[in-house]
């Protein structure tokens, strides 16, 4: 049960971090289903910055360098995807489709270049990521993300440049009527995506295991919090929610060989289908009255109005 | 008259998107070459560059028929994605359809042992069926198709490695080898390969089978429905607009779910084609990531804009520079570079309006300013062909 709950929580705040990351963009008026690779960079940035440090660097500075650092990475890419939809008014399904193509390409290159071994693993300590309560082992990102789910809250409900980003998503032709630079908005919530979903990637690559082999990528979890942040209509706790039920799922999965679930026989392909055709459940009944914003997709051009 | 003008308008349109695909491959390689300057300067010419711009011929014939069986699939993926793309829908789910596309032929192959062609049609009724789920939600639930493929990319994944592997027991599971049986190796599957007429021997290869044939002439039957059809031509106005398609009478509930059918039916078929022809056996055990066919299938579409015609040639390129990429000495460099520059490609293939815009403007600027009069009747016509 112990374990179930561990599991939970860590891939829980993974799929949480991403989606937020999704939400700012969506809200901004940006789809971004470049998420799984900005999860990807994010991760190898980390992973990297991990490895570089020397070995014997207090443990607060490696966590916080290194999750700068992908944060960081992960703004950076961002920003091609920001260019192409913003800037240059490209689709942006398929923007974010070509940076999702790119990223593993990219992700395994410095992984090859800089393991020792010429194989796209690259082994590092998570160590300093990890603590525990009682048993039960967390890592920090647990705490970390529950921080930043209630600054994402009180950052889009209860500011200026909240209530901004909202109505860059709604209606930016409205927004830029009253004075709101509609693309820099876009440009901030596309760059807030691009830290969440990079630090969400760390945490998914970070504090399970010691080696990570990055021709995998992150294995569909970017694409899951896109589901996460539809479930989640939109809305930080509403995403929380969301997301701790899929973990719920995905924990059963790790688990199902080793506990009383075995006796089912289901196997971990089984628990693995549950949420997305569970998210395709729920897709089919809430699509009616969706809340999701209502320009998202559609490039904001100013001669249109 | 009028004919000859829209043809003239026509020709330019592609020459148009010729040059901005050419442009972007450019770049890419360009991109390319810079990435392997900056891993190991002293080999980035010789052995790096050259090396994927050769592609196949680096080691013909086997490389040449090596690059032929992979494009194969990749022309038939890339087909189903701009299919839908003409239609006005952006299959992601390729990869998905493309995975129950193996499993169907797979499975006629190794458990009913029945001839190739008999299996090839099952890999394209299972893509068919797969693609139909996203269009059913598309056209009744008003569902994003992009979303609905996405998630049924990951069931049909799931679901697929859960009946092959069959807690490692399943019939189609050779364990020895952790995949599916070998086709050519087990008895009673002979008759389920796609014949090769001489190609293996031709090219030294034992996976170079009538494929390319096969997808070219899909290739070639998708642009004679598109073009030159009411069926296509429906299709095509429901993409377009579906509320005008539905004043004009046509039914575009029916209309997008068809689209979607076909998209996966040629995914499908793009499965049957790689597997029947055994260049690799389906791995059950890796459920971390989806068939890399699938998406490299948008790559192709996007480069060749759409045209169905174009992702025979893009589908090629693609494929060219992969086997290229494979042949990089892994002492110096990662084979991966070649998926980083067709990452570049499609990267810069989701803005080539742009490029196009500015192509045409370079090209066409200065006949248009002395038949200023010409133009003013050509334009109506150019307006059409980017409607298409």
Known sequence: MLLLIKYTLLYGIVLMLVALGGMFSEHSGIINIALEGIMVIGGVAGVLALTMLPADAPAIVVVLVSILASAAAGMIYSLLLAFASINLKADQTIGGTALNLLATAIAVVLAKYFSESGSAKLNYSNKPFLFSIGGLELSVFVPLGLVLLIVSYVVLYKTRFGLRLRSCGEHPQAADSVGINVYRMRYAGVLLSGALGAVGGMAYIVPPVQTWNFEVGVAGAGFLALAVMIFGQWKPFHIFGAAMFFAVFKSLANIADSTFLASFGWSSNIYNMMPFIASMIILAFTSKNSMAPKAEGIPYDKGSR | MKKNKLSRAGLQGSLVGVLAALLC??????????????????????????????????????????????????????????????????????????????????????????????????????????????????????????????????????????????NGSGVMYDSRNTRTWNLRKTAGCEGSVIPDFGLNDLFQTNSTTIAIFLAIVVAIVIWVVLEKTTFGYELKAVGLNKNAARYAGINEKKNIILSMVIAGALAGFGAGLYYLSGVSEWNPLNSTSLPAMGFNGISVALLASSNPIGTVFSAIFISHITVGGSFLSTKYYPTEIADLISGIIIYLCAFSMLFRGKIRGLLFAGKRADKANANAETAPAAVKKEGK
């Open chain 2, 25 to 166: 491959i450019l770049i890419g390689l360009l991109c390319g070459y810079l990435v392997l300057l900056a891993i190991n300067p002293a080999h980035a010419w010789s052995d790096g560059f050259v090396r994927i711009l050769k592609g196949g011929f680096y080691d013909a014939p086997y490389g040449v028929g090596k690059m032929l069986a992979n494009a194969a699939p990749l022309v038939m993926t890339g087909l189903s994605v701009a299919f839908a793309f003409k239609t006005g829908l952006f299959n992601i789910g390729a990869a998905g359809q493309y995975t129950l596309g193996a499993f169907g032929a797979l499975y006629c192959a190794i458990v009913l042992h029945l001839p190739w062609f008999v299996c090839l049609l099952a890999a394209t009724v299972m893509g068919g069926i797969w693609g139909a789920i996203p269009g059913v939600f598309k056209a009744y639930l008003n569902i994003n198709e992009v979303i609905t493929s996405i998630m049924f990319n990951w069931i049909g994944l799931f679901l697929v490695n859960e009946i092959v592997y069959g």
